[in-house]
C-alpha cells in the first residue's frame, strides 16, 4: 500500500496519521486534501464501529480506493460513558473542544480522583472495494484531570492524564502521544492483519 485516503477533516487526527504512517513510507490523503470538495458526513451510529464504518464506506464508494476512517472520543465512568460517539459535538454541533472539555470539567465537579478514570478509544474502519469492512478497536486508560494543561495535541487532551503519567496528553509531544494512545493501539492491531492478509 503506497497511498491511502482517511475519511476524516479532524486536522489533529490527521497529525497523529501523518506521524504513524510516515515511518512506513504510506502517503495519506484526508479529505481536506482532495480536490473535490466533500460535504460531512452525517455520524447517525450508536457505535464507534457503526460510525467508522459509515465514514469509510462511503468514500471508498465515491473514490474505487482503500479508506480507513476513524471513530474516536472519550468515555468517562462518572458519567456512564459519556461522551463516548458524541464526543465531537458534545457541547453542540459547532463542534467546540474548548466548549466540549469544559461541558466534562463541569458534569465532573466534585467527583474524587479514584472516581475521575476514563478512557479514549479509536475504531478504525478499513473499507475496501468489493470486500468487507474490517474493524480495529484500540484503547488508553487514564483519568480526567480538574483543569485543562498543556498546548499539544486536541480534542479532550489537556484534561486527560494517561495512566503511568503525571501530566496529561496535551503536555506529551506527538511522538510521546504516538507511543501510548489508542489511535496508536488501533493501528498496531490494523498492522498485524495487514501483515497477514
Ligand atoms: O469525523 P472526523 O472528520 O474524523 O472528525 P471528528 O473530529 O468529527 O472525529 P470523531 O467523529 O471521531 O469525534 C472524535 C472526537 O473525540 C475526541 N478525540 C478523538 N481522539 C482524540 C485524541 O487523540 N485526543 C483528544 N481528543 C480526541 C475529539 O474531541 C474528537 O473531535
Ligand atoms: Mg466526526
Redesign the pocket.
Known amino acids: 500500500m503506497q497511498k491511502l485516503i482517511i475519511?476524516?477533516?479532524?486536522k489533529?487526527?490527521m497529525k497523529?496519521f501523518n506521524q504513524l504512517f510516515s515511518k512506513y513510507g504510506i502517503e495519506v490523503l484526508s479529505?481536506l486534501d482532495l480536490e473535490e470538495d466533500i460535504p460531512d458526513?452525517e455520524?447517525t451510529g450508536d457505535t464507534f464501529e457503526e460510525?467508522a464504518a459509515i465514514?469509510a464506506e462511503v468514500i471508498a464508494k465515491k473514490f474505487h480506493l482503500p479508506v480507513l476512517?476513524?471513530?474516536?472520543?472519550?468515555e468517562v465512568d462518572a458519567l456512564g460513558g459519556e461522551p463516548g460517539v458524541y464526543?465531537?459535538r458534545y457541547a453542540g454541533t459547532h463542534?467546540d473542544?474548548n466548549d466540549?472539555l469544559h461541558k466534562v470539567l463541569e458534569k465532573m465537579t466534585g467527583v474524587k480522583e479514584e472516581k475521575r478514570t476514563a478512557r479514549?478509544v479509536?475504531v478504525l474502519a478499513l473499507a475496501q472495494p468489493e470486500k468487507a469492512t474490517i474493524y480495529k478497536r484500540g484503547e488508553c486508560e487514564g483519568h480526567i484531570g480538574v483543569e485543562p494543561v498543556g498546548e499539544n495535541?486536541?480534542?479532550?487532551?489537556p484534561i486527560?492524564i494517561p495512566n503511568n503519567y503525571n501530566k496529561t496528553?496535551a503536555e506529551l509531544t506527538s511522538e510521546e502521544?504516538n507511543q501510548i494512545?489508542?489511535?496508536r493501539n488501533a493501528l498496531i492491531q490494523l498492522e498485524e492483519w495487514i501483515k497477514e492478509n
Not at 475519511?7 to 479532524?10: D, E, G, L
Not at 476512517?69 to 472519550?74: V, W
Not at 495535541?153 to 487532551?157: E, N, P, Q, R, V
Open positions: 475519511a476524516t477533516k479532524n489533529g487526527k497523529d479529505l458526513i455520524e460510525n465514514k476512517a476513524d471513530d474516536s472520543g472519550l464526543s465531537a463542534k473542544d466540549n479514549f479509536c495535541g486536541f480534542g479532550y487532551d486527560f496528553m502521544k494512545s489508542h489511535r
